[in-house]
Every structure is written in C-alpha cells, then in structure tokens.
C-alpha cells in the first residue's frame, strides 16, 4: 500500500518560534497533499489542499502567510507553522492522493506540536 | 450547507456486533470513506461505497443508500482492539473530502 511519512511526530517550541513539517509519499508519487489540523475529540479540519509546483489553496479562515505550504516535489510537501503560539498546539496530519478526482486519501501518522 | 452527521459515541460488547450510521447532505456525491482512527494516530482507511449496496470486507461491511443520503459500518465479531474512532467522509462535487465528527467506539469485555 502507499506510505506516508510525517515528520517530526512530536514537536515542542517555544512561543514565537516556527516550526516546519515534512510530509514525504514513500512509494508513490502524490499529485495533491493535503493538510489537516485535528483538535481533541474533534474531527480533522482541512486547512489547504498542495499540487505540486502550484501555489496551495487555503480553506476559510486559515491564514496563509501563518502557515506556509510548499509542494516543491511529487513526494514532499512542508507545513511551517510561522512565529507559533500556544494556541497553534494541534495535532497536524497530512495526507496524499495520486490524482485530482476520487482518490483514497493515504494519511502520514501525524505531528503532534505543542507551544508553550 | 454541508453536514455529515454520526453518533458521537457508541458502547458494544467484545464478539458482538455494532453498526454505526452516517447520513450526508453535501454538494454533489463522488463516493462515501470510512476510516479508523486510534486515540493520537492518524485515520487509517476502511471502505470506500460509491454505489449503492454492502461492500463486505472481513468482518466491516459498509452500506451506502444514495437516495437516502445514508451509509453504515457493521462491525462483526468485535475485538478489543477495534476500540476507536470511525470518520465517514464524503467526497463532493468538488472532490473535497467532508469529515463528519466521529464516533467513539468503546468495546467491553
């Protein structure tokens, strides 16, 4: 099956740092990545949605210049969560796909940031 | 607006069986996601239903009525381990992924 890997799996920063994530497809090339945040007991909350070499496209209320997406390769994709508040302490999963259209989404095991 | 709704939490006993619904009102249908989610993991994928019918795969089966804007996961011969969360996703008319909230599974022995 695809594999997707995640890292770091556990970050701790101090406020006002930033943070980049790593999102590789081990054994696949991923045409799209996506990038979710998922609070305690809540569902997950897509926040942008990468094809590689194209700009990301942000959901509402998510701010881009805040975190920073980039899909240089068909197998990397990178969060930087910029100048990070106590408030950004999440837990960030992402996922890749083969191909706009269906496509089973194959998810990385996730990040879990926590700011202080 | 789009809505996926499932039950919040569900109790079921080791070796029986459980069923947890998910009805959708979305912009379009492109296929319905199951997927399983461990406390502090990533969601892991389940089935796919994009036409009407049981899928049967092991002991989950999922059931998809396109009419009804409904779906569900059967979970037979229940083992511990499938203590979880189970997200059902729909994919729109716009190919993006609607999550519902989840539903806490909690097996008893």
């Known amino acids: 099956g695809a594999v997707v890997s995640q890292h770091p799996s556990r970050v701790i920063c101090k406020s006002g740092t930033s943070v980049k994530i790593e999102c590789r497809s081990l054994?696949?090339?991923?045409?799209?990545m996506f990038w979710y945040r998922q609070f305690p007991k809540k569902s997950l909350m897509l926040m942008a949605t990468?094809?590689?070499?194209?700009?990301?496209?942000?959901e509402q209320g998510v701010e881009k210049d805040k975190f920073l997406i980039n899909h240089a390769s068909l197998t990397l994709s990178t969060l930087t969560v910029t100048s990070a508040h106590p408030e950004d302490s999440s837990f960030y999963i992402c996922s890749a796909s083969l191909a706009s259209g269906y496509n089973e989404q194959f998810f990385g095991p996730g990040t879990r940031l926590t700011v202080l | 607006g789009q809505n996926i709704d499932q039950p919040t939490e569900m109790t079921a006993t080791e070796g029986a069986i459980v069923q947890i619904n998910c009805t959708y009102q979305t912009s379009g249908f492109n296929g319905l996601f199951w997927y399983q989610q461990h406390a502090g993991e990533a969601p892991t994928f389940l089935s796919y239903?994009?036409l009407d019918g049981l899928e049967e795969k092991g002991r989950f089966s999922s059931f998809l009525s396109r009419s009804k804007g409904y779906s569900y996961l059967l979970l037979k011969e229940l083992q511990m381990k499938d203590s979880a969360s189970y997200l059902c996703a729909v994919l729109d008319s716009n190919y993006q992924l609607i999550w519902g909230a989840g539903t806490k599974l909690i097996i008893k022995p």
């Open positions: 054994d696949f090339q991923a045409t799209t």
């Open positions: 990468s094809n590689e070499g194209s700009k990301a496209t942000y």
């Open positions: 239903n994009v």
